[in-house]
């Protein structure tokens, strides 16, 4: 018998308007984002889509998501409570937009401005419009606000506490005044703001229509959407054992220093509830990689969604969660001043862990933790003829494996979604021959289930001198296996010198090269499932990685 | 011309729709069911019934035009044999690769961008040395030395068709035609996709995948258009045209040659015959609801907007065709509740086969058409025949009724909302990624299914006027015959399909019309307008 929301009979009034709400929600997300990244002005954001729509009730409650990066969804859901916590409902008036970016009032890392606007009806707040974008550049010591060497958020660029940004009259004349002071690039900023603007005025004009269909009990439907998604999510822990799993992994460093900087996750599950504590993780390091609570709440979010992937996109799946984090002065939960531009590795680090401890429950449930590894590469150089050119690309690794499935070789995971470069764009827009793109056989973790095998890429410098500007991860970690499964390959970066020299790069690198030059990146291998039983018969059970 | 009669065939997934129109504006039609998995036989019987049905005998007919889900139906289902790759040297795990995203974000665990073992698994894709760079040029000659390794394993394995991907052959296509010649004077048989033909733009991914299912669909493509062409032959009857996703009809060679152009036949010949009915050039968006999808689409000036690019399967396929928004959204969409208590409909489709319970063909899950036979929305006789079900219909939704904890008929009215819903946000994406403000447009209901839901979706969507076409049922089969290089037609105005109907009134009320179903909601109203529309209208 398929299992009942309710014992009490449900009401048909708000039973029959569920499902049209949900679609209509989810639908409503989804163009907020189409509208944003039509009109961004910065490729990161039209192209790359490093941007994220949300809607949320008026207590601050997740109300739906659209279908883009779980990185940056998960983080509008602190930016809405610092909004709300400044800006209390009965000081907000119609055509308001709030801004901020600061890391401890509900921000990650300073290019993300989140921008969240009050949808009234009928004279009253039913909703919010929320929108992130990841800003080209929000000053700081580096051109593009993400410097690699900073120790002080004060280097990273302009930090914005919730502020009005935008009232019925239009933008704030002194805010945007500030704001364009304080941009390598101010017109980009202004107009990637409008571009969040426009999918906020979309959402709103949406909702209104939403909340006229679904007629006065329109919160009502929207509570009984977040307690279906809650009683789905508690569904699918109650059905897993009980149980204490902890799991531990590293980074290669902190940008600054080589030496690795650990990760440590305890999960406790307890009938139909679920405490991720992230105790035991290093302290604040020096680098940028520092994840603010807010960042890192994308990486619980992200992993209380995949419990009741079916359920709607809301706040419910939070509820049966309580996140631990250390006290300030932690990698995870930073004091001020603390850098914190680089904080993705850490936050798909950190989801990876929960991924690697959940899949120790008892239940067969979950994946291997994924190489999880996002490279960074930018390549740039002069021709022979004297022109410059420039690329950037992130290139993927390998999925963890399940129980019933091997991962997925060379794939964008957890709170990422990248898309790679073809071949055929590189090799129009650089002097490079792209000699393979090639799966890395026999780098995913060894199990009963492999894990994915991460990718090689190898491009050849054909004239002139150049730039290699690389940020990988995993170089001395590997993603660890689950349930007795091997763990995936590190990843490994080296340029074959035309004299025939090798040279091997260390996890972040800015090196020369010329023409005749070959750079091979490949990436590492996510976790196997299952330990391999030992080989007594002619006919082993169980396969052998290729 | 002295042959008076043009025929036109439309297969989809359900029924096979023919269409018959004489010079003068007559038009005969029917609609015959699939039942199975046939592919050329229903056809021709569909033919032979209509003409014997309005006594046309095949000297009486001027031209036959065919469009077809048959690809569309082959993509989706992927029960063919794999198909050999050779892509340049490096390349070969590209197509698997795909372009490193994944399609759903919080599943667990990722699913391969490709069926890779269905389609070219690993031992059948080969490579094969020689460049050609961005500007065009060779900077490595092709290494033909490698084909006859190649050709035996391709022959060893048994395959029948075989998909050439080189990088920049859009620039420069002799590296790929020197391989066809190579491989075609080992195995004459071998059936070869050029990337270089089939889709000749940038992007190695998208080309190359795109050429490698043109290539897996060839073998049943050629079989089965060469089954219909010599039926016709057999019958007297002209040579078979095909309705191509791009517009037009082209000689059936020459998509047994290319089949990967039938992709959105059916559904872009629908698009045509609305865009020769509809009067006036306002913005238009097109709803054609079928037993197994929905589709979308808009008019802009009258005329059918085309992309470069569509989907089958999650499968992104680059080819011109009309911009059609396909969802999993009809008739035989089955209801389901998940654990939680939350109402579903779809993907999983009955189809045609075994269809939905109330069809009484052998399907007992709950489907859209059971919810809309309990509410009384169907005829009792559907077009094709097939006489209802009502109390399978019942029995069929009990369970979905007793999870949700709503009586049955409740039950039914949330499956038609959450039908009207889904439909309804698609279409909104759709539009408003297209800069279209719904609101500025009338939405224009055509398929089986189009005018049973197109005005709870209007509602939605904040349209405020319906349009069902007259023969919106056969609409596709019509269009076939409107196509550009097919010469004007026009419909003899005197044909009503909806003469047995009151010519005015207002909802809620069921309208059944001859193929046709409208439902108009309370709050609209309904009237035939001097064109022989139906519209439907919200009132203020």
């Given at each position: 018998?398929m299992p009942?929301a309710?014992d ?5 009034v ?29 490729s990161?954001?039209?192209e ?5 729509a ?5 207590d ?7 279908r ?7 983080s509008l ?12 409902l009965a000081t907000?008036?119609?055509g308001d937009?709030?801004?901020?970016n ?6 990650t890392?300073l ?5 969240v ?18 800003h080209?550049d ?7 606000s993400i410097?690699p060497?900073a ?6 660029g302009?930090?914005l506490?919730p ?5 019925a ?7 945007d ?15 990637d703001l ?10 709103a004009?949406?909702?209104?229509q939403?909340a006229?269909h679904?007629?006065p009990?329109?919160a ?5 959407l977040?307690?279906?998604?809650e009683c789905?999510?508690?569904a699918a ?5 009980d149980g204490?799993w902890?799991w ?8 600054i220093?080589t030496a690795p900087?650990?990760?440590a996750v305890?999960l406790?599950k307890q009938?139909?509830t679920?405490?991720?504590?992230f105790?035991g993780?290093a ?12 960042a890192m709440?994308s990486?619980?979010l992200?992993?209380m969604?995949?419990?009741?992937p079916?359920?709607p ?8 969660l309580t996140?631990?984090l250390?006290p ?7 004091a001020?001043?603390?850098?914190v ?5 850490t936050?798909?680090?950190?989801c990876n ?7 120790q429950?008892?239940?067969g449930?979950?994946?291997a933790?994924h190489a ?5 590469l930018?390549l740039?150089g002069t ?8 690329f950037t ?5 390998g999925?963890g494996a399940?129980?019933h499935?091997p ?5 964008s995971t957890d709170v990422?979604?990248?898309r ?5 764009v590189?090799e ?5 021959r792209?000699?393979c793109?090639?799966i890395?056989?026999g780098?995913?973790g060894g199990?009963l289930q492999?894990?994915g095998?991460?990718v090689?890429?190898?491009?050849r410098?054909?004239?002139?001198q ?9 170089h001395v970690g590997?993603?660890r296996?689950?349930?007795g499964g091997g763990?995936?390959a ?11 020299a090798i040279?091997?790069l260390?996890?972040?690198?800015r090196?020369?090269w010329s023409a005749g030059d070959l750079?091979i ?5 996510g976790g ?5 039983a030992p080989?007594?018969s002619a ?7 290729p | 011309m ?5 025929l036109a065939v439309?297969?989809?997934g359900t ?7 004489r010079?003068?504006?007559h038009?005969a039609?029917l609609k ?5 998995r046939?592919l ?9 019934q209509?003409?014997a049905?309005?006594g046309?005998?095949?000297?009486d007919v001027?031209r036959v035009?065919?469009?077809s ?10 029960n063919e044999p794999?198909?050999a790759?050779?892509?340049?040297r ?5 197509p698997v ?5 994944r ?7 990722i699913?391969p961008a490709v ?6 698994p690993?031992p059948?894709?080969?490579e ?9 040029r060779e900077v490595?000659?092709l290494?033909?030395s490698?084909?006859?390794a ?7 394995a048994?395959v ?14 002799t590296h ?8 075609h004077a080992r ?6 996709s050029l ?15 795109t050429t490698a ?15 219909l062409a010599?039926?016709?032959k057999v019958r ?7 309705m191509?996703s ?7 060679h020459d998509?047994a ?9 059916g559904?872009?010949?629908a698009l045509?015959?609305?865009?020769a009915?509809l ?6 968006i097109?709803?054609?609801?079928g ?11 009258g005329?059918?907007?085309?992309t470069?690019?569509l989907?089958?399967?999650g ?7 009309a ?8 008739g ?22 075994p269809g939905?319970?109330?069809?009484g063909?052998?399907?007992?899950l709950?489907?859209l058409?059971?919810?809309l ?8 006789r ?8 009502r109390?399978a ?5 009990g369970g979905?009724?007793?999870?949700l904890?709503?009586s ?5 009215e ?7 819903a889904?439909m ?7 539009a ?8 500025d ?9 189009g005018a ?5 979706i ?7 006027c319906?349009?069902?076409?007259p023969h ?6 019509l ?10 037609v026009s419909?003899a105005?005197?044909?009503s399909?909806?003469?047995s109907l009151?010519?005015?009134g ?19 109203s309904?009237r ?5 529309a139906?519209?439907?209208e919200?009132?203020?």
């Amino acid at each position: 018998m398929m299992p009942r929301a309710h014992d009490v009979p449900p009401d048909p009034v708000i039973a029959l308007r569920m499902e049209p709400l949900r679609l209509a929600l989810q639908g409503t997300a989804d163009r907020m984002q189409h509208g944003m990244m039509r009109a961004a002005v910065s490729s990161i954001a039209r192209e790359s889509g490093d941007c994220a729509a949300a809607l949320f009730l008026p207590d601050g409650r997740l109300l739906a998501q659209a279908r883009s990066l779980p990185l940056l969804l998960g983080s509008l859901i602190p930016a809405v409570a610092g909004v709300l916590a400044r800006f209390p409902l009965a000081t907000m008036s119609e055509g308001d937009a709030y801004l901020l970016n600061d890391p401890w009032s509900g921000g990650t890392h300073l290019p993300d401005l989140a921008l969240v606007h009050p949808v009234f009806h009928d004279g009253e707040v039913i909703a919010f419009a929320a929108a992130n974008l990841h800003h080209q550049d929000v000053g700081g010591m580096a051109a593009g606000s993400i410097p690699p060497d900073a120790t002080e958020v004060y280097q990273e660029g302009l930090r914005l506490p919730p502020v009005r940004w935008r009232s019925a009259e239009g933008v704030q004349p002194d805010i945007d005044a500030i704001l364009a002071a304080n941009s390598r690039t101010p017109d980009n900023l202004r107009g990637d703001l409008e571009a969040q603007w426009t999918a906020l005025t979309q959402g709103a004009r949406e909702l209104k229509q939403i909340a006229r269909h679904t007629g006065p009990r329109f919160a009502d439907v929207c509570d009984a959407l977040i307690a279906q998604t809650e009683c789905m999510t508690r569904a699918a822990l109650a059905a897993a054992p009980d149980g204490e799993w902890t799991w531990r992994d590293q980074l290669d460093g902190d940008g600054i220093d080589t030496a690795p900087v650990s990760i440590a996750v305890s999960l406790r599950k307890q009938g139909d509830t679920l405490v991720i504590d992230f105790e035991g993780t290093a302290p604040q390091v020096r680098g940028p990689l520092n994840a603010s609570p807010a960042a890192m709440l994308s990486a619980a979010l992200f992993f209380m969604r995949t419990l009741a992937p079916d359920a709607p996109n809301n706040a419910g799946c939070l509820a049966p969660l309580t996140l631990k984090l250390p006290p300030p002065g932690s990698l995870v939960n930073p004091a001020l001043p603390a850098a914190v531009n680089a904080r993705t590795a850490t936050v798909k680090l950190a989801c990876n862990a929960i991924l690697g401890a959940w899949s120790q429950s008892a239940g067969g449930m979950g994946v291997a933790p994924h190489a999880g590894v996002a490279t960074v590469l930018a390549l740039s150089g002069t021709r022979a003829d004297g022109r410059r050119w420039m690329f950037t690309e992130i290139i993927a690794s390998g999925a963890g494996a399940s129980v019933h499935a091997p991962g997925r070789a060379g794939v964008s995971t957890d709170v990422g979604n990248a898309r790679n470069t073809p071949v055929e764009v590189i090799e129009t827009e650089a002097p490079l021959r792209v000699e393979c793109y090639e799966i890395r056989r026999g780098s995913g973790g060894g199990g009963l289930q492999c894990g994915g095998d991460g990718v090689r890429r190898a491009y050849r410098l054909l004239e002139g001198q150049g730039w290699i500007a690389y940020r990988g991860e995993r170089h001395v970690g590997r993603a660890r296996g689950a349930r007795g499964g091997g763990a995936g390959a590190t990843s490994m970066a080296r340029v074959l010198r035309v004299d025939g020299a090798i040279e091997l790069l260390p996890a972040r690198a800015r090196i020369a090269w010329s023409a005749g030059d070959l750079l091979i990146i490949e990436t590492a291998g996510g976790g196997g499932w299952g330990r391999l039983a030992p080989i007594e018969s002619a006919n082993p059970p169980a396969r052998s990685c290729p | 011309m002295n042959a008076s009669w043009s025929l036109a065939v439309d297969m989809g997934g359900t029924f096979i729709d023919a269409v018959a129109l004489r010079s003068d504006g007559h038009v005969a039609s029917l609609k015959h069911p699939r039942a199975g998995r046939r592919l050329a036989e229903p056809v021709v019987e569909a033919l032979d019934q209509l003409c014997a049905q309005a006594g046309i005998g095949a000297d009486d007919v001027g031209r036959v035009v065919h469009g077809s889900t048959v690809i569309t139906n082959l993509l989706l289902e992927l029960n063919e044999p794999p198909v050999a790759l050779v892509l340049t040297r490096g390349m070969r795990d590209v197509p698997v690769l795909a372009r490193q995203d994944r399609k759903e974000l919080y599943e667990p665990v990722i699913m391969p961008a490709v069926p890779e073992a269905k389609l070219f698994p690993e031992p059948l894709r080969f490579e094969i040395g020689g460049r050609i760079d961005a500007e065009g040029r060779e900077v490595e000659p092709l290494d033909l030395s490698a084909v006859d390794a190649i050709a035996d394993a391709v022959s060893d394995a048994g395959v029948r068709a075989l998909a050439v991907g080189l990088l920049f052959s859009h620039r420069n296509p002799t590296h790929e035609r020197a391989l066809r010649a190579a491989l075609h004077a080992r195995l004459p048989s071998l059936h070869i996709s050029l990337s270089s033909e089939v889709d000749p733009q940038p992007r190695e991914f998208e080309r190359w995948l795109t050429t490698a299912l043109d290539a897996y669909a060839k073998p049943l493509a050629a079989s089965y258009l060469h089954a219909l062409a010599d039926a016709l032959k057999v019958r007297g009857l002209p040579p078979l045209r095909l309705m191509r996703s791009a517009g037009g009809t082209a000689p059936w060679h020459d998509l047994a040659e290319q089949p990967i152009g039938l992709a959105m036949s059916g559904p872009c010949a629908a698009l045509q015959g609305v865009a020769a009915g509809l009067a006036a050039s306002d913005p238009a968006i097109v709803l054609d609801i079928g037993g197994t999808s929905a589709d979308i689409s808009i008019l802009l000036d009258g005329r059918p907007t085309f992309t470069d690019a569509l989907e089958c399967g999650g499968l992104p396929i680059r080819q011109r065709c009309a911009d059609i928004a396909s969802i999993g959204i009809g008739g035989g969409s089955v209801v389901s509740v998940l654990p939680g208590g939350a109402l579903r409909l779809g993907p999983r489709s009955q189809g045609a086969w075994p269809g939905p319970a109330a069809f009484g063909l052998g399907g007992d899950l709950p489907t859209l058409s059971d919810a809309l036979c309990v509410l009384d929305r169907l005829p009792p006789r559907l077009a094709g025949g097939i006489v209802l079900d009502r109390a399978a219909a019942e029995a069929a939704l009990g369970g979905v009724a007793g999870a949700l904890g709503l009586s049955v008929l409740r039950t039914a009215e949330a499956v038609v909302g959450a039908a009207a819903a889904g439909m309804a946000e698609a279409l909104k994406t759709h539009a408003f990624q297209r800069k279209l403000d719904p609101a500025d447009a009338v939405l224009v209901a055509i398929g089986g299914g189009g005018a049973q839901h197109a005005a709870e979706i209007a509602e939605l969507a904040g349209m405020r006027c319906v349009l069902v076409m007259p023969h919106a049922g056969v609409m596709a089969a019509l269009g076939m015959l409107y196509s550009p290089d097919e010469g004007d037609v026009s419909l003899a105005a005197s044909e009503s399909p909806w003469d047995s109907l009151p010519p005015q009134g207002e909802g809620p009320h069921s309208l059944f019309a001859p193929m046709t179903t409208v439902f108009v909601p309370a709050g609209w109203s309904w009237r035939v307008t001097p064109d022989q529309a139906l519209a439907l209208e919200a009132k203020a």
